[in-house]
T-cell receptor, first 120, second 113 residues
Framework: AQKITQTQPGMFVQEKEAVTLDCTYDTSDQSYGLFWYKQPSSGEMIFLIYQGSYDEQNATEGRYSLNFQKARKSANLVISASQLGDSAMYFCAMREGNFFSSGSARQLTFGSGTQLTVLP | EAQVTQNPRYLITVTGKKLTVTCSQN?????MSWYRQDPGLGLRQIYY???????DKGDVPEGYKVSRKEKRNFPLILESPSPNQTSLYFCASSFGAGNTEAFFGQGTRLTVV
């Protein structure tokens, strides 16, 4: 079964508008972390934001926020005031377990990604 | 500057010719891993290492080898590359704790003909 599901292969948004990229996850662990990465056309992976499973508040980093709904097992990325430079592939990822977990539990499991295009 | 360095960035090779992709990090991270990225599949882990001389298979290890003789280096070895190993490869390192981000190398685009 897919551990991370991103159902939107492609998204378009008008410049300066907000956009939500969907991510649902599947785990039976109580302790886990959720990550979002951005991959521009140049190919590098850029860390955006992190949400821990025990965090009460939704994570925010500048124009990025993570809409964390634990009961629904969703961790959607919200980008406010989109900019042309936000056009990229976005990946949701999960790391199950914690600091004391075995090595295999520390790996990041990625979704298939969402290609976001910001229109001028 | 904290970074993960992969080399080469681009590589075209022929089937069966052994190759090594190097990865080095300067953050004293214990945990390092290799991923491959294929369209529609996201990133999938090939191998990981929790520390020097400690390595283990990820989700797609077939056809790959790794070694971790020093903490900073984690090379990926393809003993006999095949066309289905044509992919974009990433090395990543992290402190290993649950909430620490993984730092990624720039990626290596490998084509096997």
């Amino acid at each position: 079964a897919q551990k991370i599901t991103q159902t939107q292969p492609g998204m378009f948004v008008q410049e300066k508008e907000a956009v939500t990229l969907d991510c649902t996850y599947d785990t039976s662990d109580q302790s886990y972390g959720l990550f979002w990465y951005k991959q521009p056309s140049s190919g590098e992976m850029i860390f955006l934001i992190y949400q821990g499973s025990y965090d009460e508040q939704n994570a925010t980093e500048g124009r990025y926020s993570l809409n964390f709904q634990k009961a629904r097992k969703s961790a959607n990325l919200v980008i406010s005031a989109s900019q042309l430079g936000d056009s990229a592939m976005y990946f949701c990822a999960m790391r199950e377990g914690n600091f004391f977990s075995s090595g295999s539990a520390r790996q990041l499991t990625f979704g298939s990604g969402t290609q976001l295009t910001v229109l001028p | 500057e904290a970074q993960v360095t992969q080399n080469p960035r681009y590589l075209i090779t022929v089937t069966g010719k052994k190759l090594t992709v190097t990865c080095s990090q300067n953050m004293n991270h214990e945990y390092m891993s290799w991923y491959r990225q294929d369209p529609g599949l996201g990133l999938r882990q090939i191998y990981y290492s929790m520390n020097v001389e400690v390595t283990d298979k990820g989700d797609v290890p077939e056809g790959y080898k790794v070694s971790r003789k020093e903490k900073r280096n984690f090379p990926l070895i393809l003993e006999s590359p095949s066309p289905n190993q044509t992919s974009l490869y990433f090395c990543a390192s992290s402190f290993g704790a649950g909430n620490t981000e993984a730092f990624f190398g720039q990626g290596t685009r490998l084509t096997v003909v």
